[in-house]
């Protein structure tokens, strides 16, 4: 089993209160300032990082070891929270941050927590630049600039959904803010996608089904600790499940405020880890395969086999991408020659080469996605690639921009790949990558060389009248490949042909 995660942006709306906005803005300083105390605070106090604790190990004989994130933050609350039983602690909080005492626990402690952690790092630092007399300055700690996490008890999603905010798609998320000098819950409105709604359902119905599970777990077992292996097991998510929500902002001149704000959920659930590529084919030979082959003028030829045959095709066209590519390309270069020689590391043209950037990662997840989409229809549990070599320049003479243009859709393979690999595993599904040499040149199906004109492949057997797209060629051939059933060219003395080398062409 392994733990995959991933995590869905909600956009705040733009035209949110502004007393909203406004707590939002200070509950983020606020929390940043609690942060900086504890900084200060255990700054301060650094010989606790130091300090280390007697305890006895499992065989009863007795060590020592540092003091844990929950004894630093028991410490800290100690000496800086006023409580009926201590009125008085050293460093109080309320007298630097009144409005911060009455910070929920939770957020609270993720500020202790996060400020005992960045001092504990920080002090390692220090300690060794100390011992080692290194040249250069001492290093230092820096001024929080984190976002908010709300966890579970400060998050609400209300019931009430206003008809006309639905028909703008837009819903209400509540979380605790520091609003109308008073800690409440603030509701804000966020920007649902259709998609995302069932997906927050179903995470809520995951989230009650583990604490029922879990309630009566503790009725049957009592505490955790008794608990076995597979009970742990049963709490897991088996579907996506919502963890703690964490508040974003980030400059945007067209909001106002200049703050743009978005939720992040993160989303987690446990998955099987695949078998090994043998291992499956060992124990069905016939398992459903996907094949891909990627190109740069068609970005991908999908191919699914079933006991060796073919059962589906799927062609996804780059043309356009690469078209568009080539003119936001041929922009830049033409700006670049208007405004002579370049500044050495001065970016230029920056906007546009961020939305090279967009095209291409935008293109590349799609694909990914509809490749995983293909496999999980047919059923098949292997992807299978092929291995991406590194990217060779062309021979012919081409213009800058379409130089740069090739070698990016070049690279966008190696983007495909990765983001195919990474949305397989979360479904279970093994990704492999295979040998390339030979699959776009051989005939898939009387394994003769062929000759290649453009993107065709012409089958060079005279008792064979076969052509076909030379992608779809490399796909078929590369299922051979996964069978280990693929016939390389005959070696002939002296005439033996070589591979060519891999321009995707
Ligand atoms: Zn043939």
């Avoid at 003119?327 to 001065?346: A, C, E, N, P, W």
């Avoid at 492999?432 to 065709?456: K, Y």
Wanted: glycine share 4%; hydrophobic share 40%; proline share 6%.
């Amino acid at each position: 089993m392994a733990l995959v995660i991933k995590t869905i942006t909600l956009g705040i709306h733009k035209e949110v209160n502004p007393g909203k906005r406004q707590a939002i803005v200070d509950t983020q300083a606020l929390y940043n300032q609690t942060i900086a105390f504890y900084l200060d605070f255990f700054v301060a106090h650094r010989g606790v990082f130091d300090a280390r604790k007697p305890y006895h190990k499992k065989d009863g004989t007795p060590s020592e070891r540092p003091w844990t994130a929950q004894e630093l933050l028991t410490f800290a609350e100690q000496q800086t929270l006023d409580t009926l039983a201590h009125p008085d602690p050293l460093q109080p909080l309320r007298e630097v941050l009144p409005s911060a005492r009455a910070m929920p626990v939770s957020l609270r402690r993720a500020a202790i927590n996060h400020a005992s952690g960045k001092v504990k790092a920080w002090n390692a630092l220090v300690t060794r630049w100390e011992s080692q007399k290194q040249p250069g300055q001492c290093p230092q700690l820096g001024a929080p600039h984190e976002p908010l996490t709300f966890y579970a008890n400060l998050v609400a999603y209300p019931d009430f959904d206003l008809l006309a905010q639905q028909a703008a798609r837009h819903t209400f998320i509540a979380v605790t803010l520091w609003h109308n000098q008073r800690w409440e819950s603030v509701p804000l409105p966020v920007t649902l996608y259709e998609k995302v709604r069932p997906e927050l359902a179903a995470s809520q119905r995951e989230q009650a089904r583990i604490r029922e599970a879990a309630t009566s777990l503790r009725a049957m077992k009592g505490d955790r600790k008794h608990w076995e292996a597979a009970d742990k097991e049963a709490l897991r998510p088996q579907t996506w499940c919502a963890q703690s929500f964490t508040l974003y902002s980030r400059p945007d001149h067209r909001y106002p405020g200049h703050q743009r704000f978005s939720l992040h959920i993160p989303l987690e659930k446990w998955v099987d880890t695949p078998q090994k590529a043998e291992v499956q084919r060992a124990i069905d030979p016939g398992m459903t395969v996907v094949t891909v082959d990627l190109g740069v003028n068609r970005l991908a030829v999908i191919g699914a086999f079933h006991w060796g045959k073919l059962a589906a095709t799927q062609f996804i066209a780059g043309g356009s991408l690469n078209h568009h590519r080539h003119r936001i390309l041929t922009t830049i270069f033409h700006k670049r020659q208007q405004s002579g020689r370049l500044q050495k590391d001065v970016l230029d043209n920056g906007d546009l080469w961020q939305k090279v950037q967009n095209l291409d990662e935008n293109a590349a997840r799609q694909v990914a996605v509809r490749i995983v989409r293909f496999a999980q229809a047919h059923q098949a549990p292997v992807i299978v690639f092929e291995y991406l070599r590194r990217y060779h320049q062309p021979k012919e003479k081409m213009s800058r921009a379409r130089r740069k243009n090739h070698k990016r859709a070049y690279w966008l393979r190696g983007k495909i790949l990765r983001w195919v690999r990474d949305l397989a595993f979360r479904e279970g599904i093994l990704t492999v990558e295979r040998n390339p040499a030979w699959t776009s040149q051989m005939c898939p199906q009387c394994a003769t060389l062929g000759s290649r004109q453009g993107h065709h492949f012409v089958c060079q057997n005279p008792d064979h009248a076969y052509h076909a797209d030379a992608d779809f060629v490399g796909m078929m051939n590369l299922y051979k490949k996964w069978t280990k059933t693929f016939t390389y060219p005959r070696k002939h003395a002296g005439d033996e042909p070589k591979p060519l080398t891999a321009h995707a062409v």
